[in-house]
């Protein structure tokens, strides 16, 4: 083994294009019987694939984005003689979405925090629904999307959980002051049909210019 210095022993282990921040980013949702999305980026890395029909954007987001969050559980198994556990456990795995949707007059996000189907808008310009005291738990897929770097060597990563509900409703601030806005939650559960919670993708060209160096096998043409 050769011995380094410090400077190159630190360099030869970090790379900065690793880093990655979110310049831009979109939230879709579907009925939970839409067609599942297909690759992320076509062949030149530097445009995204269309989605599949149904999936709807949810518009504008607050500067927060779009938070991926899990929350695990576990249970150790004690021992006599050990102040450790001697085992640990995922008891419990779970996984949700909070984003913050500024445009709250968009007729999908209606739809979504009111659990309802809206009626059509009449030839008056005139749109009028009653919300049950029960609304239906109705079931989405959600896409979330990411940008970073530029346009011409872009970084695409993008979330699909292919079952979703809502389990956190906005209040709704009517102020001078502030636009209004919705703070929705999202939970994900496993489908049953495709096998998995949640499918994630990375590409564009910048990715694949620093894939190998950040570590990822490339395939063999």
């Known amino acids: 083994m050769t011995a380094q210095?410090?400077?190159?022993?630190?360099?030869?282990?970090?790379?900065?294009?690793?880093?990655?921040?979110?310049l831009g980013a979109a939230l879709f949702l579907a009925p939970e019987d839409a067609a599942v999305p297909g690759e992320l980026v076509d062949a030149t890395g530097l445009l995204i694939n269309e989605l599949p029909s149904g999936y709807l954007a949810v518009g504008l987001l607050s500067p927060d984005g779009i938070?991926?969050?899990?929350?695990?559980?576990?249970?150790?198994?004690?021992?006599?003689?050990h102040l450790s556990p001697i085992r640990e456990d995922v008891t419990g795995d779970t996984r949700s979405i909070t984003f913050t949707a500024l445009e709250t007059v968009r007729a999908n996000v209606v739809a979504l925090v009111e659990g309802i189907t809206l009626p059509e808008v009449s030839a008056a310009g005139l749109v009028r629904y009653s919300v049950p005291d029960f609304p239906k738990n109705n079931f989405y897929r959600c896409v979330a999307?990411?940008?970073?770097?530029?346009?011409?060597?872009?970084w695409f990563e993008s979330k699909f959980y292919p079952r979703v509900s809502v389990t956190s409703f906005p209040s709704e601030a009517w102020t001078q002051s502030d636009a209004r806005s919705f703070e929705i939650g999202l939970k994900a559960y496993p489908d049953?049909?495709?096998?998995?919670?949640?499918?994630?993708?990375?590409?564009?060209?910048?990715?694949?210019?620093?894939?190998?160096?950040?570590?990822?096998?490339i395939a063999t043409p």
């Open 5 to 22: 210095t410090w400077g190159a022993f630190q360099s030869a282990n970090e790379n900065a294009k690793g880093v990655r921040k979110t």
């Open 192 to 217: 049953s049909e495709l096998g998995y919670i949640k499918d994630e993708q990375k590409g564009g060209l910048g990715f694949k210019k620093n894939a190998e160096a950040l570590g990822w096998k």
């Open 67 to 81: 938070n991926h969050e899990r929350e695990t559980d576990s249970e150790g198994v004690p021992a006599l003689g």
């Open 145 to 154: 999307i990411t940008f970073d770097g530029s346009i011409t060597e872009p």
